[in-house]
């Protein structure tokens, strides 16, 4: 498989070019989409259209077995791209930043590969081309609208470019590889009045003060420290002028966990802090905790098969087993939730051509060598899963 995805490399370079340079946010991604469907259906592979711009692929194999999803995200970001390269965003303030244009050109290629041996294929590959992974999500729409389903996959690999591995390289982890990722408002009420007169009000900006301070404990005295959590307080707006004593204040942050037990038990350690707070202060209190996604949570064993290919391909030193996962998040999870997961990363890092900035940096660029590689660890891997 390698050394055809070295052949066919040219071909999915320009794909990822031609998405770099017209590239499309969440839910918007017609243009992009609309190239998939029809790259899919010219290789033979049937095609649903679902949550609005998602396109779901299904090569049968020739003979039955399981089925195995293989995922790419599609959205780009809201980001005026810096870095000139020939293939520079022709959208104003729109910008694969991420490397999603990509994630897409792999899966494409990887459906190619897979539709030249699918006479030889025991089962069938799923082909997820999935909408606004960056926000508001597009995994949950698809699972909701049967992506999962008919027929039932059995096990689902993700792949995403990093910049902090070399090209050559793929990094995996077993368990968490990403955090669950929620955030938080808080408004404080209080009484405003006359900076001269603070006897005869309730300071919201003094409250804020403490408040703020006193989240830090949940993590540095509450959590495990072997355990991972970020409380971080991102906004803060409150009041009018110098000698103006604030009556409101509004808090927004963000709360990042591992562990779906420390996720869960959050909102009851951050509600108690912010009531004590306004107990000491007198002021009252209005709190939104709103749930984004899920952590990433790997599948054992789905991890060792994928090792193992990669390994095959690779070279046994080309396969990294990441120690820690990245506190960011990613919409994999609820595919990894229905059925053995496994997201990989794939070594796109490049001082020589300047892929040196990581996501959603506006210099961000990947190195297009990982592309050929991304398609043969993917392809393999689905492979050696229909196989088990
Ligand atoms: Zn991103
Ligand atoms: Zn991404």
Redesign the pocket.
């Known amino acids: 498989m390698l050394a055809r995805a070295t052949q066919l490399k040219d071909e999915f370079v320009a794909y990822r070019r031609d998405f770099h340079q017209h590239p499309e946010l969440g839910f918007e991604e017609v243009r992009t989409s609309g190239i998939v469907a029809e790259y899919l259906e010219s290789l033979g592979i049937e095609v649903t259209r679902m949550a609005n711009t998602a396109v779901v692929g299904l090569l049968r194999g020739a003979k039955p077995g399981r089925t195995v999803a293989l995922r790419a995200?599609m959205d780009a970001l809201s980001i005026p791209q810096q870095n000139d390269v020939p293939y520079k965003s022709v959208n104003p303030g729109k910008m694969h930043a991420?490397?999603?244009d990509g994630?897409t050109a792999i899966l494409m290629g990887v459906a190619k590969l897979l539709s030249e041996v699918k006479d030889e294929l025991a089962g069938n590959v799923k082909f997820f081309f999935q909408p606004a992974?960056?926000g508001p999500g597009g995994a949950l729409p698809m699972i909701k609208a049967g992506a999962m389903e008919n027929p039932h996959v059995d096990g689902v690999i993700g792949m995403?470019v990093g910049v902090n591995l070399p090209t050559g390289q793929i990094g995996l982890k077993a368990g968490p590889s990403h955090a669950g990722t929620d955030s938080i408002t808080i408004t404080l009420e209080g009484k405003g009045g006359h900076g001269a007169h603070p006897h005869s009000s309730v300071d919201t900006i003094v409250a804020a003060g403490h408040l703020i301070v006193a989240l830090q404990t949940i993590v540095s005295r509450e959590i495990d420290p072997l355990g991972s959590a970020v409380v971080t307080v991102g906004t803060i707006n409150g009041g009018y002028r110098n000698n103006v004593i604030a009556h409101q204040v509004v808090l927004t942050g963000t709360v990042r966990t591992l562990d779906p037990e420390v996720r869960a038990s959050m909102p009851e350690r951050i509600e108690r802090i912010i009531k004590g707070v306004c107990d000491t202060f007198r002021c009252k209190y209005n709190f939104v905790y709103d749930k984004g996604y899920p952590s990433v949570m790997n599948d054992p064993v789905m991890a060792d098969l994928a090792e193992a290919t990669a390994q095959r391909l690779l070279g046994a030193e080309n396969v990294v087993r990441t120690a820690n996962p990245s506190m960011g998040g990613?919409d994999f999870s609820y595919f990894a939730e229905k059925a053995p997961g496994i997201f990989l990363r794939l070594g796109a890092g490049n001082p020589a051509k300047d892929c040196v900035y990581p996501?959603h940096h506006p210099y961000f660029n990947f190195d297009e060598d990982a592309i050929p590689i991304g398609m043969a660890v993917m392809a393999e891997a689905a492979l050696d899963f229909l196989k088990q």
């Open positions: 995200d991420c490397g999603h994630h992974e960056e995403h990613e996501g």
